[in-house]
């Protein structure tokens, strides 16, 4: 330390020395980040376990240390340093070595065809998810939940954000995916006398599962169309209280319907919901989400949301336009039901009640409202929050929705509100500007 | 002489007991431009939107090209061709200066959902074909460099023109226009009546003009009607109307003898 006086000069060449070693990292593409990313990944597979070891900790850990720093605040920093070594600098160097290169191969790939890119791009992540998450099956499941999340988050963010309707029925739609699928798997594969009739070879489970999926999302459709059509009529509270409503009917008629065993639930699902299936359901539903709110029929949402008599004599169809809303969110939140029943391999009514409405409303509104960007944000923020402050056990519910509090209070919208995902422009290549070095 | 392309007739229409607007009858042939003035209150904006089907007319009918168009939705009437523009400014706030315009072409739009959830080739060239139209209209009202503004941070003028570009995408065959000068400055007056009659000029259409301000009514205008209490008390050249003492009682009072 240079005394009192030199400080203010330090301080700002520190500052400007930091800027000079942050500069490079504006020129990564994406693809560079997921190059960095995956040689932390390989690298904590590779040497996770010994340098855990070495630094007293019993096993890696799990979710970047949270658990550990809360159960045992003595081994802080520990698990920092493990975070660092594993993580932090690998990712660091490995990103900025490979600028030039990351930056050549997407731009070579960017003369594909966009699907080609987008497709290189996914494999490369969902690479790193899977070596990230091999590591312990806890990681596996909190994955699986994660994603399933976001797709709950996103298609209720269809309705709520794009379309500016409180609807509070989604776990009321992801009931009806969950159970209609359940009944479709376990029925059909595993338990014969749930649907009376013989059970199929399981062999051919995973190939109808997706259809099973795609039934519980119709289901839930259908079940949008007891929101959809008094969204004609009335909307803000009242609508709200209405779909509220829907949301308990669904839940006691679950109760009380003994052909799925009330509320003992159903148990017993095939366990074909792992990470690739997971995974690819939810690219495809942010992929179809995403197309149609950037579409000029999806905008259609927002101008009934923004002034719907507007909308109308702008030859919008109004109806037509909330009905798809409502509907095409259901059926996401659906197919998310079902694929979260196959996850848990469990599913009773009280899974689908008030609090797992909060947790979804709370992360579409930390996310941002209008946002895929933001749905996934607030889904991933929130839900790994959650298990990350797990021991703290019911401080959790202070911490949490203290956090919502505060993201309301500076960012009334949520945090990254009306933005649109522009996948061409979030893949291209970033080289170096013209006139620079 | 054709028959008019839009024929209002005995038009009456009630809000509780008040009568809004009372045995009202119009016929604007394709291409003319015709004036609705009267004191506030006198009933212009209620036939606004009773012609575009926001109410439905307790008497009367309504006819387009022949069609009777009263008790058809709102969105229907407007995609036969009827377009407007709101007293007070109903631009969608979150959405920017291209979205209002591409998505006022929504009637036009011949791909179907599932090719907007997937994005097929056949949406995505459509999409390009609706940004260019939109492009140009923007080029025309002079607004192309806030194509990508949010609406919510324009100034009034320039919201106005967005309005107006919103109203001409629909592709209308007749335009109602409702005071399209309120709040604007003298220099945003003249700006905004040569984008009307380019409007008229260039795209062949009918319009439908409510407006306070004398000077563009009796500028644009070939006939004009007046509108008190909900009846129409005078029509004619704007010369007649200027001369009619009716009119004149209607707006400043009569004149009592002491």
Excluded at chain 1, 274 to 293: A, E, G, K, R
């Amino acid at each position: 330390m240079g005394g009192e006086r030199g400080n203010g000069a330090n301080s700002e060449r520190g500052r400007s020395r930091f800027r000079n070693l942050w500069k490079p990292y504006s020129r990564v593409p994406l693809l560079g980040w997921f190059f960095g990313a995956l040689v932390a990944v390989t690298l904590e597979r590779l040497a996770g376990t010994p340098l855990a070891q070495f630094l007293g900790l019993q096993k890696i850990p799990v979710l970047f240390g949270f658990s550990v720093m809360l159960k045992n605040p003595v081994l802080i920093p520990n698990v920092i340093l493990y975070t660092l070594i594993i993580y932090g600098v690998p990712t660091a160097v490995a990103t900025r070595l490979c600028i030039p290169l990351a930056n050549g191969i997407a731009a070579s790939l960017f003369r594909f065809p966009m699907a080609v890119t987008a497709a290189a791009h996914l494999a490369l992540l969902y690479a790193i998810l899977h070596v990230w998450a091999e590591i312990s099956d806890y990681r596996v499941l909190v994955l699986r939940l994660t994603l399933i999340a976001v797709m709950l988050t996103l298609s209720l963010n269809v309705i709520n954000g794009y379309m500016g309707e409180f609807s509070c029925s989604h776990p009321g739609f992801m009931a009806l995916g969950a159970y209609c699928a359940s009944v479709l798997t376990i029925g059909l594969f595993v338990n014969a006398q749930l649907l009376g009739t013989a059970s199929l070879p399981a062999a051919l489970g995973p190939f109808l599962f997706p259809v099973a999926l795609i039934l519980g999302g119709l289901v839930a459709s259908f079940g949008a169309l007891f929101v959809a059509i008094p969204s004609f009529r009335t909307r803000g509270d009242y609508l709200a209280i209405i779909s509220l409503a829907f949301l308990f009917i669904v839940k006691s008629l679950i109760e009380n319907l003994e052909f799925v065993r009330g509320p003992r639930g159903l148990s017993g699902q095939p366990d074909w919901a792992d990470l690739p299936t997971v995974f690819l359901w939810t690219v495809l539903c942010v992929w179809s989400i995403n197309n149609f709110v950037r579409s000029t029929i999806g905008k259609a949402l927002n101008a009934v949301r923004d002034n719907e008599m507007a909308a109308d004599a702008m030859t919008v169809d109004t109806r037509r336009t909330k009905m798809v809303a409502f509907l095409f969110g259901a059926f996401w939140a659906g197919v998310a039901g079902g694929l979260f029943a196959h996850v848990m391999r469990y599913v009773n009514p009280g899974n689908f009640g008030i609090q797992n409405l909060a947790e979804v409303l709370a992360m579409v509104y930390f996310g941002g409202l209008n946002s895929v960007y933001g749905s996934i944000v607030g889904a991933v923020s929130i839900s790994l929050l959650g298990e990350a402050l797990r021991p703290l056990e019911i401080f959790k519910w202070i911490i949490i929705p203290l956090l919502l509090i505060l993201v309301m209070i500076f960012r009334p919208t949520g945090l990254i509100a009306f933005r649109d995902l522009d996948v061409a422009n979030l893949l291209k290549p970033k080289p170096k500007p013209d006139g620079e070095g | 002489m054709t028959s008019p392309f839009l024929q209002v007739r005995n038009m009456s229409h009630d809000f509780g007991g008040l009568r809004a607007v009372r045995d009202y009858n119009l016929e604007i042939g394709s291409g003319q431009i015709r004036g609705l003035i009267g004191p506030n209150g006198a009933g212009k904006t209620t036939v606004f939107n009773l012609i575009t089907g926001i109410y439905k007319p307790g008497h009367g009918e309504i006819f387009l090209d022949g069609r009777k168009i009263d008790g058809l939705p709102p969105h229907r009437i407007a995609s036969l061709g009827v377009s407007r523009t709101f007293q007070n400014l109903l631009l969608w706030r979150h959405m920017t200066v291209i979205e209002h315009v591409k998505l006022a072409h929504y009637s036009k739009i011949r791909y179907g959902l599932f090719a907007a959830f997937i994005g097929t080739p056949g949406h995505n060239r459509e999409e390009a074909e609706i940004e260019e139209k939109a492009v140009r209209l923007l080029d025309m009202m002079g607004i192309r460099h806030l194509a990508d503004q949010v609406v919510l941070n324009l100034p009034y003028g320039a919201q106005r023109r967005v309005e107006m570009a919103r109203a001409l995408a629909t592709e209308p065959r007749i335009l109602l226009l409702d005071e399209p000068t309120a709040g604007m400055n003298p220099e945003e007056l003249v700006q905004i009546m040569e984008i009307i009659r380019r409007a008229h000029k260039e795209l062949g259409l009918a319009i439908l003009l409510i407006e306070h301000r004398m000077k563009v009514v009796m500028e644009l205008c070939e006939r004009i009607q007046t509108l008190d209490f909900g009846a129409v008390i005078a029509e004619g050249t704007p010369e007649e109307i200027q001369n009619n003492p009716r009119v004149i009682d209607a707006y400043l009072g009569k004149e009592r003898a002491i």
